[in-house]
């Protein structure tokens, strides 16, 4: 039934049907979905009353899921209740759960603080269970609130360390709730561009799970991003998908968000019928789930719309009742910009009297945010003031300090003075002794050029010999895969139309391979070459570690799974290092690979720091196969052919390495290695900070 109201409608309105006809055939619909709603609450309200006592607060959590999709405030009739029982049966994760699902109706209500107070009760008993998966939820309820509220900052770290916990757990849906709104969150915070891939990724995952819901809220985010590229059918395509999946599903705040976005649309285009109808909508499903926050949006769309139209009597209907809600519910950013919508009807509707009043409340209500950021800067403001201060302060004592200073060079002149005479007698008896002085350094320096000329020549030729044994190294490791490619690619094109269609896949994923190596071996060898030929400069800068390490984990994360290797990182979020950020990040890429490499199913990759006064350790560890204790003095060897496959016959060259050390050194570092066969290896890169 909720499915079939939208289409009618859409028909109706491209058919040539009269605004009552419309009214009319839209409220029998919303009647009969209505009763369909009363109906599965009372079913609901059965089932709780039937229920065990081991099965209640299910049962309660059921029917407060079900209100928060369509009548949040009815919650409020058995709040009290559920959570007295579920504290009598000393359920703390059911009581955890009733938190978190009244948290989220007090959300959908606008009660922002209340809400965040019950999503951070629910995730510290989580954490008291020490039950990741919901901790995982919960921080995503709270970086979703923090994002309402604004403070975007705390929402992103509350976000990403929800990604964090539940990308190691079995929890799809969770993972893609919290991927949707992280994606969303770059998009406010201005990183539109990214959250155009970020939201793309997030609709391509949820679609893989059995949550239409979470699907709609990925589809709507993505909507959002094609809005601000002015892609308009791309959006509207994608906020009917979402509309639908909400409809299908009874979600009335959803439906409203979606009808919401499809007004924003025709109104950009100017189709102002449209989007009137997609508004009041909107606002009729808001109204009935009594969604403060929402009713304002929708009656300030309606407002916008006959502002432009022309229609001010009911502009202002509509934006008076919005500016009240919202002076009620404290939106004070809400109330500034119906304030000055308001100032401006009246403007043009001649009444300058009234345009003046409210253009007045704008602005006393403006400065008083304005205020608020200033007093927040006071502190900071302070503090600049105090810094210049000192600097002042530093500035007089230089002054003072050049003052003594040419005191001390008038006297050391006039000492100098009377020194010559004595100077003159001094050097006509030292010259001889210089001279001699200069002979025995001069051939000093003689014996030292020859010196160094010796060595440079053994340089030299462990050079030539280094290049000589390295290049047959490459001569044969290239040889290798190009005589399999070239025999796979004989077998395809020879038997083609014998070969089925999964040999003939199976042929290329062997190509795929083989490319992929000489790939790789043809970078190690453009990145080893650079660094023979002095072509890389070091740039130091400083960045934060722990993210330069989770961006190459995830470039690295789809081998990792089809092995069924876990990487975790270990570093503290905070830490920041000074290096060469491209040579250090070829560094740890090449470890991460290579453990990869040698571990198998089950096997972890972890990646840790150790600090001491004035450097830090960057440990990379895998529970692989580990090395043979005869190869590890070789493994940093050019000219040592130490390389083995992988634990799934990976070809391997032994070039990662010897360019890690290369890499290293040139940071002024160094790296070493710790193993034992059966066990596995820590590679340690050590660099002074």
């Given at each position: 039934m909720m499915f079939q109201i939208s289409k009618t409608v859409d028909q109706l309105m491209k058919n040539s049907f009269s605004s009552k006809q419309i009214k009319f055939v839209y409220l029998f619909l919303l009647l009969s979905v209505n009763l369909l709603n009363a109906t599965i609450a009372d079913s609901l309200k059965a089932n709780l009353a039937k229920a065990s006592a081991d099965e209640k607060v299910k049962a309660y959590i059921s029917l407060v899921k079900y209100y928060t999709k369509t009548s949040p405030d009815k919650n409020d009739l058995i709040e009290n209740e559920a959570l007295q029982f579920a504290k009598s049966q000393n359920d703390n994760p059911g009581y955890a759960d009733l938190i978190l699902s009244f948290g989220s109706s007090y959300h959908n209500l606008s009660d922002?603080?209340?809400?965040?107070?019950?999503?951070?009760?629910?995730?510290?008993?989580?954490?008291?269970?020490?039950?990741?998966?919901?901790?995982?939820?919960?921080?995503?309820?709270?970086?979703?609130?923090?994002?309402?509220?604004?403070?975007?900052?705390?929402?992103?770290?509350?976000?990403?360390?929800?990604?964090?916990?539940?990308?190691?757990?079995?929890?799809?849906?969770?993972?893609?709730?919290?991927?949707?709104?992280?994606?969303?969150?770059?998009?406010?915070?201005?990183?539109?561009?990214?959250?155009?891939?970020?939201?793309k990724n997030a609709v391509e995952f949820c679609e893989k799970l059995d949550d239409e819901l979470i699907l709609a809220q990925a589809l709507e985010h993505y909507a959002i991003y094609w809005i601000w590229k002015r892609d308009y059918d791309k959006a509207l395509e994608l906020a009917h998908r979402s509309y639908n999946l909400r409809e299908k599903n009874q979600d009335k705040l959803g439906m409203a968000g979606s009808l919401t976005n499809m007004a924003l649309i025709k109104r950009i285009t100017k189709?102002?019928?449209?989007?009137?109808?997609?508004?009041?909508?909107?606002?009729?499903?808001?109204?009935?789930?009594?969604?403060?926050?929402?009713?304002?949006?929708?009656?300030?769309?309606?407002?916008?719309?006959?502002?432009?139209?022309?229609?001010?009597?009911?502009?202002?209907?509509?934006?008076?009742?919005?500016?009240?809600?919202?002076?009620?519910?404290?939106?004070?950013?809400?109330?500034?910009?119906?304030?000055?919508?308001?100032?401006?009807?009246?403007?043009?509707?001649?009444?300058?009297?009234?345009?003046?009043?409210?253009?007045?409340?704008?602005?006393?209500?403006?400065?008083?945010?304005?205020?608020?950021?200033?007093?927040?800067?006071?502190?900071?403001?302070?503090?600049?003031?105090?810094?210049?201060?000192?600097?002042?302060e530093i500035l007089l004592l230089q002054k003072e300090n050049t003052i003594h200073k040419n005191q001390r060079t008038y006297l050391l002149?006039?000492?100098?003075?009377?020194?010559?005479?004595?100077?003159?007698?001094?050097?006509?008896?030292?010259?001889?002794?210089?001279?001699?002085?200069?002979?025995?350094?001069?051939?000093?320096?003689?014996?030292?050029?020859?010196?160094e000329l010796l060595k440079i020549n053994l340089r030299l030729k462990k050079v030539l010999e280094t290049r000589d044994s390295f290049f047959s190294i490459i001569a044969h490791d290239l040889k290798s895969p190009f005589q399999g490619l070239m025999?796979?690619?004989?077998?395809?094109?020879?038997?083609?139309?014998?070969?089925?269609?999964?040999?003939?896949?199976?042929?290329?994923?062997?190509?795929?391979?083989?490319?992929?190596?000489?790939?790789?071996?043809?970078?190690?060898?453009?990145?080893?070459?650079?660094?023979?030929?002095?072509?890389?400069?070091?740039?130091?800068?400083?960045?934060?570690?722990?993210?330069?390490?989770?961006?190459?984990?995830?470039?690295?994360?789809?081998?990792?799974?089809?092995?069924?290797?876990?990487?975790?990182?270990?570093?503290?979020?905070?830490?920041?290092?000074?290096?060469?950020r491209n040579m250090f990040s070829a560094v740890i890429r090449n470890l991460i690979s290579n453990a990869i490499k040698f571990c198998d199913a089950g096997d972890v990759v972890t990646v840790f720091t150790e600090k001491s006064n004035n450097s830090i350790s960057i440990c990379v560890e895998d529970t692989g196969i580990g090395i043979p204790s005869k190869i590890i003095p070789e493994l940093f060897k050019v000219g040592e052919k130490v390389s083995r496959p992988g634990t799934r016959d990976e070809k391997s060259n032994g070039l990662g390495l010897i360019l890690c050390k290369e890499y290293v050194e040139k940071l002024n570092g160094n790296i070493r290695v710790e193993s034992e066969e059966g066990v596995g290896s820590k590679f340690f890169v050590e660099l002074l900070q």
């Open positions: 922002y603080d209340t809400a965040l107070r019950y999503f951070k009760i629910a995730d510290s008993l989580y954490r008291a269970e020490k039950d990741s998966v919901r901790i995982g939820i919960s921080l995503n309820k709270i970086g979703r609130n923090l994002i309402s509220r604004g403070k975007y900052d705390e929402a992103l770290e509350s976000l990403q360390e929800s990604i964090r916990i539940l990308e190691n757990q079995d929890e799809k849906n969770a993972l893609g709730d919290s991927y949707n709104f992280y994606a969303i969150l770059q998009y406010i915070i201005g990183e539109r561009e990214k959250a155009g891939v970020l939201t189709n102002y019928e449209e989007s009137l109808k997609y508004y009041e909508r909107a606002l009729s499903l808001q109204r009935e789930a009594n969604y403060i926050g929402g009713v304002a949006l929708s009656l300030t769309g309606l407002g916008r719309i006959y502002n432009v139209t022309g229609d001010y009597k009911k502009a202002l209907e509509y934006l008076l009742q919005a500016y009240n809600i919202r002076k009620e519910s404290r939106n004070r950013r809400g109330v500034v910009t119906t304030l000055e919508l308001l100032s401006e009807i009246y403007a043009k509707m001649n009444n300058y009297e009234k345009s003046l009043e409210y253009l007045k409340l704008h602005k006393v209500q403006n400065d008083s945010l304005l205020n608020e950021q200033k007093q927040k800067n006071i502190a900071e403001l302070q503090e600049s003031f105090a810094s210049e201060r000192r600097e002042q002149i006039m000492l100098s003075i009377l020194s010559l005479a004595a100077i003159f007698i001094y050097l006509g008896y030292s010259s001889k002794r210089k001279l001699t002085t200069q002979l025995e350094e001069t051939n000093r320096q003689v014996t030292d050029q020859k010196n025999g796979i690619i004989e077998i395809i094109i020879k038997d083609f139309d014998e070969l089925k269609k999964e040999e003939v896949r199976e042929h290329l994923v062997l190509v795929k391979n083989s490319a992929d190596g000489v790939y790789n071996l043809v970078i190690n060898l453009l990145e080893w070459a650079n660094l023979q030929r002095d072509k890389l400069n070091v740039e130091t800068k400083t960045f934060n570690l722990r993210q330069l390490v989770e961006d190459i984990a995830v470039s690295h994360k789809i081998i990792a799974t089809n092995k069924k290797v876990k990487i975790e990182n270990l570093i503290d979020k905070n830490l920041t290092i000074s290096t060469d």
